[in-house]
């Protein structure tokens, strides 16, 4: 087994061990507006959940080294304090890909990729219609884990608003095999969601 030490390590090199490691990781499609009302969409792999009262979710952005250091995501948040989450299912995967390109902050990735806007209830930003569940937020903090080149911005948002597809959900437990969700591996892999076994926590 080998042993490394991170501060041996250029972070181009640490990236490439953090998501070949830490996988699968679902898909958060982010879907902002920034203050002239041009809508972003981008997908980030560094999502989950952190809290159920009230319900919080969150996701990292990271630094690039490029003139533009900040994601046109984060900047909408900061700006609006909105965001979505829409879920990925493998039906629009090839789209959602198509919002992970670089592109000024002027262009519409919902054009790009051919995805639909969909009016959300409380929130500016637009939800993805194509998505099978998706979640109004309201930023909630943001913390700076580190302003250097790849380094992680953390965005924490509340939840407003669950939307879930009547087909796929049966009381408030979503059915997998119908959101048929994916997920991000290394590089450019990603993983289907169909193979799934089952235990139960011990008592």
């Known amino acids: 087994m080998r042993t490394l030490d991170p501060v041996q390590i250029a972070p181009s090199d640490i990236y490439k061990l953090m998501i070949g490691m830490i996988v699968p990781r679902p898909i958060a499609f982010v879907s902002t507006i920034d203050a002239a009302g041009v ?15 009230p319900p919080v979710v969150c996701f990292c952005t990271a630094v690039r080294s ?3 250091p900040y994601r046109d995501t984060l900047r909408n948040i900061e700006a609006t304090g ?4 829409n879920m990925v299912s493998e039906e629009f995967a090839e789209k959602m890909n198509l919002c992970a390109a670089e592109v000024p902050p002027e262009v519409d990735e919902f054009e ?77 892999m990603y993983i289907r969601t169909h193979d799934r076994f089952e235990m139960q926590r011990p008592k």
């Open 112 to 188: 790009i990729s051919g995805l639909t806007p969909l009016a959300s209830d409380l929130v500016k930003p637009p939800r993805v219609a194509e998505s099978k569940a998706q979640m109004e937020c309201r930023l909630h903090q943001i913390v700076r884990v580190s302003d250097k080149p790849g380094g992680g911005i953390l965005v924490l948002g509340e939840v407003l608003r669950f939307h879930v597809l009547d087909s796929i959900i049966d009381g408030y437990k979503i059915d997998p095999d119908r959101l048929n969700a994916i997920g991000r591996m290394g590089g450019p």
């Open 82 to 85: 909105e965001f979505v989450v």
């Open 66 to 68: 490029d003139p533009r």
């Open 39 to 53: 809508s972003n969409l981008a997908p980030f792999s560094y999502f989950t959940a952190c809290s159920s009262n």
